[in-house]
């Protein structure tokens, strides 16, 4: 726990003008993030004596190990700034809502030369168009297969949509009139992306021109006694109409407005909003966060903004945003909005009216929210507290490890030998610092001694970035040899396996450095013999503060270094329970990489030798001869043929096959059956 007077500016250093802080910890993260009107009088908040703050504020300063500030023009910049350092150092004690679920949205791919109308989730893309969130993926295809009769845009997917281009025959709905099929030139890429765009107006809430223009063509075709097209036309109407059914009127006035509610307690808080266009309710979501940071409700409503539209511009930001109290700066706020839309954003409290009664309804989800997720919840932080105080006592651990750290060996027959280090802090995966190795010291299958080198590895570059910062210059030397290409039997070089651009040298701005942070315990998959070797490269590092212990899948045994004999945990264990989890966890990290690896090296073609030859010309080849089997079977003169080969490069095409031609056919080991080249260059 650190002293907040260690490291307290002096008072002529801080200036009095708008600015965003950083506080940091000893490893040099940003752990808070923050925003003031005036630095010097926010700042000396967190100065005062320790009793009077807030016990998450006192926890961030005691935690703090330095504080950073940088001076901007506006508050608008202030808040600018203070969203993308979140967003990029996703700092421990700030508010960061989650969504409580993943929710689908109702998307228009108009970058697209023939939009497509799909369900989408994750994160939105550019050029996309998208409606919603909405609850549940059938209540988008349902109101999207009735406005289909109308708006025929295409809905199938790439795949099929070029094997109708290829066969000349579209699918079943282009056969039924719910696809304008565009794949076979019913319609000009103009009149289709027209139909998209129509289909957007009237998600967007544009709705009655459609419905009137339809009626009047109904009654226009009735009085020319053409009475199959006005009943079309009337089946049309009314399915337009059934879908706007499926979201009823709130707002008389069509108007377009956000409104956020809030619901919290001294621990967390719920955020849930509804998005209203047309005067319909369009979309609803909702997030759920920990109280990490001393902050009230205008606080909670100016993080959510933040995250609501901190990505979005334009149309996507609405008129109005209605909230159950302000931001500190509503003016900064509003002002930064509009900059987001392009246009003025109003941000207010409802007083009266239907606007009221509706963020009642939002506030009453917002409380329903809450208090699901407390319910779910609550089981969950038990049992990752139990689990914890298990595997400390069980190993005779001081404290619970907050931080464990496990590595698992895979390859396949002695092939493709990789390592995996997956990350739990606080019992919950972390796996933006997950990270995985090539075994580059030695060739075949030795699962100990890959183990002791990728420890090694791991834990030198912790000591190098130790070294780097200065946090150990007084530090004693290692005890033994340090894993490296002159340790006998032990080499491993100090770079890990997979390049990265954060991997190097780094200024000191606060990110996530690759290995840069211990574990209090370390998991091994294996039984003694990893273990030891896991405890042996601690070792020779100097390394003794941080614990080790392996997982023997076959008794499921907890082993220790230098014990005979194993810890059993009971079955029923949280604590073995939560040790399985993370085993098992980096088990499917290292298959996956393993796997990965053997498929890529499978996939390698003779043509990938051939000087000069690009991905283009390689596509070219496999598609003017349908298959690397029949490539290879092609004479000098045939693959000139093919537009962009000329005499050289053939002939090194030719002389590149001739090299790689096999003695005997490939046999896949698990199945028997003889592995040919015949489908553009992949193994099956």
Same mark, same amino acid.
């Given at each position: ?218 009654? /226009? *075709? ?6 199959? =097209? #006005?009943?079309? &036309?009337?089946?049309?109407?009314? +399915? @337009? ?126 409380? /329903? *929210? ?6 779910? =919840? #609550?089981?969950? &932080?038990?049992?990752?507290?139990? +689990? @914890? ?296």
């Amino acid at each position: 726990m650190a002293d907040p007077s260690s490291y307290r500016p002096k008072p002529g250093q801080i200036p009095d003008s708008p600015g965003v802080y950083k506080f940091r910890d000893e490893h040099r993260r940003v752990i808070y993030v923050g925003k003031a009107k005036n630095l010097r009088q926010r700042l000396a908040n967190y100065f005062q004596d320790l009793a009077g703050l807030h016990p998450r504020t006192r926890t961030m300063v005691t935690t703090a190990a330095s504080v950073e500030w940088t001076v901007v023009s506006t508050e608008v910049e202030a808040l600018q700034l203070e969203y993308s350092w979140i967003k990029e150092f996703d700092p421990r004690f700030n508010v960061k809502y989650r969504d409580d679920k993943s929710y689908p949205y109702l998307a228009v791919t108009l970058n697209e030369d023939f939009p497509r109308v799909q369900v989408m989730r994750g994160a939105k893309k550019k050029g996309v168009r998208y409606f919603g969130p909405y609850g549940h993926a059938w209540a988008i295809r349902e109101t999207v297969d009735l406005m289909l009769r109308v708006f025929p845009v295409r809905t199938c997917s790439a795949g099929v949509f070029k094997n109708a281009e290829r066969t000349g025959r579209p699918c079943l709905l282009g056969y039924i009139g719910k696809c304008s099929a565009p794949c076979v030139g019913r319609v000009t890429p103009e009149e289709h992306h027209e139909l998209a765009e129509d289909f957007c107006d009237f998600m967007a809430g544009r709705t009655g021109t459609y419905i009137r223009r339809l009626e009047k063509d109904m009654m /226009q *075709a009735a009085e020319e006694m053409e009475y199959e =097209r #006005a009943a079309r &036309l009337r089946d049309d109407a009314e +399915a @337009l109409k059934r879908a706007m059914e499926k979201s009823a009127v709130v707002l008389a006035d069509a108007t377009d407005a956000d409104l956020i509610a809030v619901a919290e307690d001294e621990l967390e808080a719920a955020v849930q909003i509804f998005h209203v266009r047309g005067g319909r309710v369009r979309g609803q979501r909702g997030w759920v966060t920990d109280k990490v940071e001393a902050v009230d409700t205008s606080g909670l409503v100016e993080h959510a903004l933040q995250q609501l539209y901190g990505e979005e511009a334009g149309d996507a930001v609405p008129k109005e945003v209605l909230v159950p109290a302000l931001p500190e700066d509503p003016d900064a706020v509003s002002q930064w909005l509009a900059g987001r839309r392009g246009s003025q954003v109003s941000l207010r409290i409802p007083q009266r009216g239907d606007k009221k009664d509706l963020m009642v309804t939002v506030q009453r989800n917002a409380q /329903q *929210a809450l208090g699901l997720h407390k319910t779910k =919840r #609550a089981s969950d &932080l038990t049992t990752r507290s139990r +689990a @914890l105080e298990e595997i400390a006592e069980a190993l005779g651990l001081d404290t619970a490890p907050l931080r464990v750290e496990c590595f698992d060996i895979s390859h396949l027959q002695g092939d493709d030998v990789v390592a995996s280090m997956v990350v739990f802090e606080d019992g919950l995966a972390r796996k933006s610092e997950y990270r995985r190795f090539q075994i580059k010291g030695f060739e075949g299958q030795d699962d100990v001694r890959s183990m002791h080198e990728v420890i090694g590895r791991r834990f030198k570059r912790y000591l190098q970035e130790k070294e780097r910062t200065g946090e150990w210059e007084d530090a004693p030397a290692p005890t033994g040899p340090v894993p490296g290409p002159s340790s006998p039997g032990a080499p491993a070089p100090a770079e890990p396996a997979i390049p990265d651009p954060g991997d190097g040298p780094r200024e000191d701005d606060g990110r996530p450095r690759r290995f840069a942070y211990p574990p209090q315990l370390v998991v091994v998959d294996g039984g003694q013999p990893q273990v030891a070797a896991a405890k042996r490269a601690l070792d020779e590092l100097g390394i003794d503060d941080i614990a080790v212990c392996g997982l023997a899948k076959r008794l499921e045994e907890v082993w220790l270094p230098d014990d005979d004999d194993p810890v059993v945990l009971p079955r029923s264990s949280e604590g073995l329970y939560l040790l399985q989890r993370i085993r098992d966890e980096a088990h499917r990290f290292a298959i996956t990489y393993q796997r990965a690896k053997r498929a890529k090296r499978i996939r390698t073609s003779p043509l990938d030798d051939v000087p000069g030859l690009g991905e283009t010309r390689k596509q070219a080849l496999i598609k003017h001869f349908g298959s690397v089997k029949k490539l290879r079977q092609a004479t000098i003169d045939e693959i000139r043929e093919v537009p962009g080969i000329g005499r050289k490069t053939a002939e090194s095409v030719a002389a590149a096959f001739a090299a790689a031609a096999p003695a005997a056919p490939a046999v896949n080991t698990a199945t028997g059956e003889i592995i040919e080249e015949d489908d553009g260059g992949s193994t099956t």
